[in-house]
């Protein structure tokens, strides 16, 4: 009788500790490809590079199994220098032809909670990549 009880026991305490997990996966961080573009070319006016573009793929990778998803859809993407570089809601980078240098593309997911349903006190997760718009060497 007392082993049929210890049995019990030891079963329900595993039970308890997977049960007690349960934090969900957590996204940690962001990988944008390709992590550098390029538009243009020294020996090419700045305006002729108007609507190049690049589409981008935002990487998630997880925690809690250990994964990376494509998360391109779940991001907010934005350029810090939108005259030289959009970007629109599903990653498409596109050259404006109005100036060049370079410029940071993010992609950022703000959660209040895991993707398990825990909520948290938010998380903010941010990737980055550069875009370049060569400036032109000759007359233009």
């Known amino acids: 009788m007392i082993r049929k009880h210890f049995g019990v026991t030891a079963v329900f305490a595993v039970a308890l500790l ?4 349960g934090s969900g996966q957590q996204l940690t961080a962001i990988t944008i490809t390709p992590a550098i ?3 243009g070319a020294a020996n090419i006016p700045v305006i002729e590079d108007r609507g190049l573009n690049v589409q981008l793929r935002a990487l998630g990778t997880y ?7 494509d998360i391109t859809d779940q991001v ?3 350029s810090n220098t939108p005259q030289m ?3 629109n809601s599903t990653g498409l980078i596109s050259a404006t032809g109005e ?3 370079g410029t940071i593309i993010s992609a950022t997911v703000t959660k209040n909670s895991s993707d398990g349903g825990i909520s948290s006190s938010g998380a903010i997760v941010t990737g980055t990549m550069t875009a370049n718009v060569v400036c032109s060497t000759g007359s233009e």
Do not use: Q
């Not at 997977?18 to 997990?21: D, E, F, R």
């Not at 925690?63 to 998803?69: A, R, S």
């Open 85 to 87: 570089v959009t970007v």
């Open 63 to 69: 925690t809690h199994p250990p994964t990376t998803k």
């Open 99 to 101: 100036a060049c240098g």
């Open 76 to 78: 907010v993407w934005t």
């Open 37 to 39: 573009e390029t538009f």
């Open 18 to 21: 997977v049960s007690s997990c």
